[in-house]
């Protein structure tokens, strides 16, 4: 079992960026890739972006291209999204999420392990 812990949500004008991080434990976690999900109220939890392993594939929705860079630290147990341009839209619960599967099999949001979820308010 993987336990995962976000944390760097909150309140930010739109325009404005914010870096979440997930940080992954539990003896299972080797060759996991990690990924980001979110939630706006109301509305059924999306793919954000995944990361393979190895650090190497990246996978992004559309709405946060060019906007939100996933990454994950050398020792492979924390990943961030590093999200700029905020817009009101991308105000959701963000998920991190780890899985042994492929970082691209990550987008059905098929996984195993979610984190409890970090709150991202983004104001006009």
């Known amino acids: 079992q993987v336990q995962l812990v976000e944390s760097g949500g909150g309140s930010v004008q739109a325009g404005g960026s914010l870096r979440l991080s997930c940080a992954a434990s539990?003896?299972?976690?080797?060759?996991?890739?990690m990924g980001w999900f979110r939630q706006a109220p109301g509305k059924e939890r999306e793919f954000v972006a995944s990361i393979s392993w190895s650090g190497g594939r990246k996978y992004y929705a559309d709405s946060v291209k060019g906007r939100f860079t996933i990454s994950r630290d050398k020792a492979k147990i924390t990943v961030y999204l590093q999200m700029n341009s905020l817009k009101p839209e991308d105000t959701a619960v963000y998920y991190c999420?780890?899985?042994?599967?492929?970082?691209?099999?990550?987008?059905?949001?098929?996984?195993?392990?979610w984190g409890q979820g970090t709150q991202v308010t983004v104001s006009s």
């Open positions: 999420a780890a899985d042994p599967a492929s970082a691209s099999d990550i987008v059905t949001g098929n996984v195993g392990s």
């Open positions: 539990g003896r299972t976690f080797s060759s996991y890739a």
